[in-house]
């Protein structure tokens, strides 16, 4: 059976107080509208159609090159259900049409496809949520037999009706061919002046297509987003779903309060080994993997990077687009740069950064270094104050560092340069020649001492 989605995300989100679309702002790294439309590909949706509005064509570059999405415009926003007319010429009669939101974020797949079960089976799948506090929403009304009668807004409900604990999410599959019999005939003689979504339920009732409602796992996977508050209250919950998931898998984390993750675009995440640690304040962003034993020091930021077993990152470092082997030690203030590989037993210590280099196995940069564009091999010992002079102001250059070679502090190497195996240079020296192995090269200016008469304050 043909399934499409039908996601609203044209509202201005005036509460957010920003120039950024509702649906962009963001819950752990990702788009609002993105997270849903995750979900929803995962309910193998023929298409997915996106109603835009505020911001169109903001919303719109944020998804560039997703050739699964069909754009429709809703230029007035005259109601949910004027929203949905707008991209019904594009549905195909003879399937399902789920209806998404593009500020309620956290709705998990699995719930989407029981509402789309239900609609295969002809009837109208309407996910509900029962409520202690249902201020604002839409009240479910219910015949005598507990069969769905109809949607009350809550501005048109009456008192006993505003009574009512189970309220409508406005999430719901439908028979599409139902939809293009329904949705013509909407009608906005109402307290709001809009066409109503909701008013298909009744609709359904009369024309005997049974409604069967569902209820979420979570209650929080129908909430919506309407201003700041509420994204941190959604990120939060988010956060300790997926720090959970951590923990399940054997990660021990000190404080799961102050981790967070932001796994990024579908399919990233975090993989994770036996025994890993991580301390306080550590953010782990995109496709993460952390190997046995690896250990994560306090206030630390990984990002798409690979951690393997036995490995320290020590605190307040940034791994960014880097591949740490095993037994690694790094930080603390160190910062691998994209492109940056340490090989077995490396290190990179204190206020160091390295950016598409090679570290090779048991090479230590201790301190105050930066290494660019590089190749060290294995067992070197790179000086505190070391540069690597990589870029001329318009192109790169590589330098080369060989097996045991040893570099003095504050040492300057102007690439294009190679330092053989085992050769040594002298603390203080800008190299620009290649050094042979086995060679010590010192290249500084001679020092001169000179007699002469400090200057006094006057």
Known sequence: MNIEVVVLAAGQGSRMKSDLPKVLHPIAGKPMLAHVLDS?????????????????????????????????????QLGTGHAVKMALDNLQADGVTLILYGDV?????????ALVDI????????????????????????????????????????????????????????????????????SNDNAQGEYYLTDVIAMSVNDGIRVETLQPEFAEETYGVNNRAQQA????????????ELMTKGVTVLDPARLDIRPGVA????????????????ILEGSVVLGDG?????NCIIRNSAIAAGTVIRAFSHVEDANVQQACE?????RLRPGAQLESGAKVGNFCEVKKSIVGEGS???????????????????????????????????????????????????????????????????????????????????????TWQRPTKK
């Open 364 to 450: 230590k940069v201790n301190h105050l270094t930066y290494i660019g564009d590089a190749v060290i091999g294995k067992g070197a010992n790179i000086g505190a104050g070391t540069i690597t002079c990589n870029y001329d102001g318009v192109n790169k250059f590589k330098t080369e560092i060989g097996d045991g070679a040893f570099i003095g502090s504050n040492s300057s190497l102007v690439a294009p340069v190679k330092v053989g195996d085992f050769a040594t240079v002298g603390a203080g020296s800008t190299i620009t020649k290649d050094v042979d192995a086995d060679k010590l090269a010192v290249a500084r200016g001679k020092q001169v001492n000179l």
């Open 119 to 186: 609609a295969k089976a002809e009837h109208v799948g309407l996910l509900t949520v029962t409520m202690d506090d249902p201020m604002g929403y839409g009240r479910i009304v219910r015949d005598s037999n507990g069969n769905v009668k109809a949607i009350v807004e809550h501005k048109d409900a009456t008192p006993e009706q505003l009574s009512i604990d189970e309220c409508n999410t406005g999430i719901l599959a439908v028979p599409t061919a139902k939809l293009h019999q329904w949705l013509p005939t909407l």
């Open 233 to 244: 209250e959604l990120e939060r919950w988010y956060q300790a779903r997926l720090v959970d």
């Open 294 to 298: 690896v250990r994560i020091e306090a």
């Open 330 to 334: 790094v930080g603390p203030y160190a």
């Open 105 to 113: 974020p956290l709705i998990q797949s699995a719930t989407l496809q």
């Open 267 to 282: 399919g990233q995440g975090v993989e994770v080994g036996r025994d890993v640690v991580i301390d306080t304040n550590v």
């Open 40 to 76: 929803a590909r995962q309910v193998d949706a023929k298409a997915l159609h996106v109603v835009v509005g505020h911001g169109a064509d903001k919303v719109k570059a944020a998804f560039d090159g997703q050739n699964d999405i069909q754009w429709a415009l809703q230029a007035e």
